[in-house]
């Protein structure tokens, strides 16, 4: 059984930081691509950043240079540090997962920017 759970999110001042978590259960994650994606109401959930199994990691332009995505393949778990946050930051954070193509996501965790 394979179970994605995010912590971490909650209401930020503008330039703030947080730092979210994915912890993952099952053998997956090793082997997995991992990624956060985030949703703002009324838009489409979009991909912010992803890291492959192998290290290799991909940002979106408007996080690059304040948000870093790691992994602790000890622990089993996805991280999102996310730093000088802005308004438009705000949205429901989303891991997944990327399992020799099967895709597995958590349940997300709100993220607001606001003063």
């Known amino acids: 059984q394979v179970q994605l759970v995010e912590s971490g999110g909650g209401l930020v001042q503008p330039g703030g930081s947080l730092r979210l978590s994915c912890a993952v259960s099952?053998?997956?994650?090793?082997?997995?691509?991992m990624g956060w994606y985030h949703q703002a109401p009324g838009k489409e959930r979009e991909l912010v950043a992803q890291?492959?199994?192998?290290?290799?990691?991909y940002y979106a332009d408007s996080v690059k240079g304040r948000f870093t995505i790691s992994r602790d393949n000890a622990k089993n778990i996805l991280y999102l540090q996310m730093n000088n946050l802005k308004p438009e930051d705000t949205a429901v954070y989303y891991c997944?997962?990327?399992?020799?193509?099967?895709?597995?996501w958590g349940q997300g965790t709100q993220v607001t920017v606001s003063s």
């Open positions: 890291i492959s199994s192998g290290g290799s990691m």
């Open positions: 997944e997962a990327n399992y020799w193509g099967r895709h597995y």
């Open positions: 099952g053998s997956i994650f090793s082997s997995s691509a």
